[in-house]
């Protein structure tokens, strides 16, 4: 979560947010949604200064973009090797997704599929219900 802070100064300078977007796009395998790339477009091209909702979703999809080898000292590759283990409870969907992650020795993901990945292994009781996976 970014601070007000952050996101005011992001949001009233706007070569920041031009080299933000156009950094963003040019990510290689970011799988942005149509509406994403066409924000991040808009946002490249723009030269006055954000509304606090667009800084806001700039700053969450450079959030989204980050790779994370670990959440809350869970690491990636652990999960995914537990979750593989434990595979044949899961949707044949998730089952295929974790078969998938395991194929490609994944040891970080990007925040909306690691979100996925620690669904699954709290579906299989995997990560106590304390961790908070937003």
């Not at 080898?69 to 595979?87: N, Q």
């Amino acid at each position: 979560m970014s601070s007000y802070l952050e996101l005011h100064k992001l949001a009233q300078n706007p070569a920041a947010v031009t080299t933000l977007a156009t950094f963003l796009l040019a990510l290689p395998d970011a799988g942005w949604s149509e509406w994403e790339a066409n924000f991040l477009d808009d946002m490249a091209q723009r030269q006055e200064a954000l509304t606090t909702r667009q800084g806001e979703k700039l700053i969450e999809l450079r959030d989204d973009a980050k790779n994370y080898s670990k959440f809350d000292g869970l690491s990636v590759a652990s999960l995914v090797r537990d979750c593989w283990i434990a595979r044949l409870d899961l949707l044949e969907d998730d089952e295929a997704f974790i078969d998938g992650l395991k194929r490609q020795s994944v040891t970080t993901l990007k925040k909306r599929p690691l979100m996925r990945l620690l669904r699954l292994a709290r579906e299989l009781d995997l990560v106590h219900r304390y961790v908070d996976i937003g």
